[in-house]
Structure formats: C-alpha cells, structure tokens
C-alpha cells in the first residue's frame, strides 16, 4: 500500500510539474513582450489581420539608401479569413500611397513620420483591412532568433557579391547563420527583380525560421525553448492588446499562408517605376485589379499559391 500511495504521488508530481512548465513559460513570456500604441480603433473587418513591419533604427547610421533614422524596409500583410487561405501579401516599401493627413507618398515614409500608428493608418486606407494585430520586428532581433535555432536554409539561384548590404552568396541552398539572413533579406540592388525579389527572400526567412522553430524536438528541449522566446520576444514590439496567444495564433497563420494550402505574394503591380512629381521611383499598384484583389484576400476567395509579382509584358 505504501508503495503504491509513492507511485501515486510520484505520478502527482509529474504530471504538475508537466503542466507548471509550459503555463509558466507562458506567464513568462507574456511579461516579456513589448507594447506600442498602434492600432487605429477602425471598425473590423471579416478575418484576422496582422501587420508585421521589419524595423531598422539606425540613429547616426546612413543606411545603403541614404535613409537616417528609424525606417522600415519590410511591410508584410498577414491575413487569416472567417474561411479560405490564409495568405501573406508583401507590400514593397515604394509602394505609391497617400498618407493619411501628408499626401501621397511612397509607404514607409508613413512610418517614418509617424511611426506605427501612421503606418496601420495608411495600410488600412490602401487595402480596405482594419488591421486587428501590429508585429514590429527588429533586423537586429531577427539576426539572434535565427541563430537560437541553429540557422535556416535558405535558397537562392545566381552568385551575389553585394557590398550594399553584405551578401555574399553562391548560387543555390546554403544553412545560413543570422547575419547572413539578414544580409539575405535586405539585399535588393544586386536582385534583378529589386524590391519584388528582396519581398520574396524576406518570406522565404520568416517561412525558414518558423519551420525550424516549429520542430517538435524543441519540446523536450526546456533550455532551447527559453533561448528561442527570449530571443524572438526580444526581437519584437506589439500593439497595446496583443499577447503571447495572438502570437501563437499568428505564428500558425504564418505557417499556413506559406504551406502549399497558402497563399503568398504582392498585390497587383501596374509599374515598378512610377515616378510621381518629386518622389521619386515608386511602386505603383494596379488601380483596376487592386480593389477586388484585396476584397478577395479579405474573403478568402484567392484560391492557393503565388500572386501578384512584376507586371508580365
């Protein structure tokens, strides 16, 4: 009898313990999230929409384009409909828009002036989606993220030797450490599709990462599961209502929109070099197809695979 009150209160133990582990991961996790005003208060739209903006504070630091400051080069639409594919739509930073309450002007000045706020505001009048969730993510963050799980595939078919943004890359699939990701993604002078190309290599990152981190091996690794979230959490800002299950939620559309059942890509392009007055060379959308593009993004009616991409002659 004595024996089997042990077994009893052994297995008790366990099973507490197994339990207290992952829900105070995630007590912990959550403490470790970082919040920003963003969200607009725009009334929904149909489905869960995420914004993700690929932020690099610079400070002194002149950028490859000349850009001081904090500015963001990567701009990624995350939507999860009520039902259809999910689907994951790059919007290159030239992207001609007007800015709310500044004109028009190319996308990420939106954030430049004003930040997250500016930039939901702006997002969400060029698509028509009230965007539920803002995911800020720090190049220098992502760098430590893809290092914590021991590198990502990543694949690429010509020679690179760019000094802009420091990639040296032969042609095909290398494991690549966090610079070299980073490197990897920001590299758009030496790509002859420019900004098209440097969109489709950021979503091959993010896709690489979220694999990797997925491998059920990590859960009987309570060490790598620490490294990871202090790393990736470290990497990120949120809006004010976001939390770790959002995240969770997020990370599953994100999983789903690059699966084969998924759908990735741009909007529908008109002309890669649309220069407006004194703007510059932008990035301008189709304004015929755009509208029922993202009408069908918002439903779920785009059925899966590839959109979008540079104009066919």
């Known amino acids: 009898m004595r024996k089997g009150r042990v077994a009893v209160l052994v297995a008790c133990v ?12 995630l007590v912990w996790a959550n403490g470790k999230i970082q919040h920003v005003e963003a969200l607009s208060g725009a009334a929904g739209t149909p489905g869960n929409t995420y914004l993700l903006a690929g932020s690099d504070a610079r400070g002194e630091v002149v950028g490859e384009d000349g ?20 689907a994951l739509i790059s919007l290159p930073r030239d992207t001609y828009a007007e800015i709310p309450d500044n004109g028009a002007s190319k996308l990420n ?12 505001r702006t997002v969400e009048q060029l698509t028509g989606l009230t ?22 595939e990543l694949c690429l078919d010509y020679d690179v030797n760019d000094p802009n943004s420091g990639l040296v890359w032969a042609a095909g699939c290398h494991v ?6 980073i490197a990897f993604s920001r590299m758009r002078y030496s790509d002859p599709k420019g900004d098209i190309g440097r969109a489709e290599r950021q979503r ?3 896709g690489a990462v979220t694999s ?8 009987f690794r309570p060490a790598d599961q620490v490294s990871l979230l202090d790393s990736g959490l470290g990497a990120l800002t949120v809006d004010e209502s976001t939390g770790i299950v959002d995240l969770g939620k997020m990370a599953l559309a994100f999983r789903a929109a690059n699966g084969p059942d998924g759908i990735t890509g741009t909007p529908p392009i008109s002309n890669p070099d649309y220069r407006p007055g004194n703007v510059g060379s932008t990035v301008q959308l189709d304004p015929e197809l755009a509208p029922q593009f993202w009408e069908d993004i918002r439903d ?3 059925p899966p695979g590839q959109v979008g991409g540079l104009p066919q002659p």
């Open 300 to 302: 779920g009616n785009l």
């Open 204 to 206: 091959q990152v993010i």
């Open 67 to 86: 850009t001081e400051g904090a500015r963001t080069d990567t701009i990624l639409l995350l939507h999860a409909p009520s039902s259809g594919p999910a």
């Open 14 to 25: 366990v099973l507490v313990g197994l339990l207290a582990w992952p829900i105070g991961l």
């Open 109 to 120: 000045s939106a954030y430049s002036w004003g930040g997250a706020p500016l930039l939901v």
């Open 212 to 219: 990797k981190a997925a491998d059920p091996g990590i859960l």
């Open 131 to 152: 965007v539920d969730h803002y995911v800020e993510i720090g190049f220098g963050g992502v760098q430590g993220v893809v290092d914590a799980v021991g590198g990502v």
């Open 176 to 181: 690549a450490d966090g610079t070299t990701a």
